[in-house]
C-alpha cells in the first residue's frame, strides 16, 4: 500500500518536532506523500493555532522543503481550517475542514479538543449536564464545515475524544447516531472525502481512529470517500495504527482509500 497522511503539525502550531524532522521520517518510513495540516489562524483561539506570521514562515518552510526533497518524496502545503478560521486559500494544495467548537445554550464557543476535566465541567455548566446537547450543538457546528470549502473532512466526530466505552454518551444509540448522520447529510453536498484519523489512538484516547464504526458504514453507504490520516503531532506516530485501521475500514465495507499523489487525489486499494 502506498504510505500517506496529509494530517500533520509541526511546531508552528501544536506540534513537537519541525517540518523538516518530520519530512525526514516520512523518508526514512517509506512515505510516498506527506501533507502538513498546520493550525489556520483563529481569531478567537490563539492557543493552538498559528499566529499570522507564523503563517507566512510555514507556507515559506514547507514550499522549500518541497524542493528540497523533491526527488524523495512528495510534500503538500494544507492546513486544518474551522469554521471561523482566516486563510489565503490560493496558497495551499488543500484544506482540511474541522471542528474543534462547540456553540453553548448562551452562543459562547467552546474547544471540544480540551481535556476530559474541562469538557465535563463545561457540559454541567452550559448543558445542564446533557451530553446529548452537547453533542447537537457540535454537529449543528460540523453540519456547516462545507462553508470552508474542504477538500477532506476532518476527524467528524471530535466530540466523542473523551467517550472510550461510551463512557459519557451511546455512540450506538439512535439519538447520538440521527445527529451524526444529519451532519453527514449536510456535509456531503460539499465534500465527500473524509479522514479516517489516527490521532486519538497515538495520543492514548481511544483504541479505534475517528469516525466511529457506525459512522464510517453510513459513510460508505452514502458513497463518500476516505482518506487515512494520523493527525500526527511527532515523528513517532506518522503511521500510527494504520494497519489496524484498515481492517477496520474493510469490515465497514470500504475497499479503497485516496491519497495525494501527482497532485491528485488518487485512489488505491486497502
Ligand atoms: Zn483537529
Ligand atoms: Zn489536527
Redesign the pocket.
Known amino acids: 500500500m502506498i504510505l500517506s497522511n496529509l494530517h500533520t503539525h509541526t511546531v508552528y502550531c501544536d506540534g513537537k518536532n519541525t517540518p523538516e524532522e518530520m519530512v525526514k521520517s516520512a523518508i526514512e518510513k517509506g512515505f510516498s506523500s506527506l501533507g502538513f495540516s498546520g493550525h489556520a489562524y483563529t481569531p478567537h483561539d490563539n492557543e493552538y493555532c498559528m499566529t499570522p506570521d507564523a503563517t507566512l514562515k510555514y507556507i515559506d518552510e514547507i514550499n522549500l522543503l518541497k524542493e528540497k526533497y523533491k526527488d524523495k518524496i512528495e510534500i503538500y502545503l494544507g492546513c486544518?481550517c474551522d469554521l471561523n478560521s482566516l486563510i489565503d486559500r490560493p496558497k495551499y494544495d488543500y484544506i482540511i475542514g474541522?471542528v474543534?467548537y462547540a456553540k453553548s445554550d448562551e452562543g459562547g464557543l467552546f474547544s471540544v479538543?480540551n481535556t476530559e476535566d474541562i469538557t465535563s465541567v463545561f457540559v454541567n455548566n452550559h448543558f445542564g449536564g446533557s451530553y446529548l446537547k452537547f453533542v447537537r450543538a457540535y454537529f449543528e457546528a460540523v453540519a456547516q464545515i462545507g462553508k470552508v470549502k474542504p477538500d477532506i473532512v476532518?476527524?467528524f466526530d471530535?466530540v466523542a475524544k473523551f467517550n472510550e466505552g461510551n463512557k459519557y454518551f451511546d455512540e450506538n444509540s439512535k439519538e447520538y447516531l440521527d445527529l451524526a448522520f444529519d451532519a453527514i447529510d449536510a456535509v456531503t453536498p460539499y465534500c465527500d472525502l473524509f479522514e479516517v484519523n489516527t490521532g486519538a489512538i497515538s495520543r492514548g484516547y481511544k483504541t479505534v481512529p475517528y469516525p466511529a464504526f457506525p459512522i464510517l458504514k453510513r459513510l460508505y453507504d452514502k458513497g463518500a470517500r476516505i482518506t487515512l490520516t494520523s493527525?500526527c503531532h511527532n515523528t513517532d506516530f506518522l503511521d500510527c495504527n494504520f494497519n489496524e485501521s484498515i481492517e477496520i475500514l474493510k469490515n465497514a465495507g470500504f475497499k479503497s482509500s485516496y491519497c495525494l499523489l501527482g497532485g491528485k487525489f488518487i485512489e488505491q486499494p486497502l
Do not use: A, F, R, W
Open positions: 486544518e474541522s474543534h479538543d476532518g476527524h471530535l493527525d
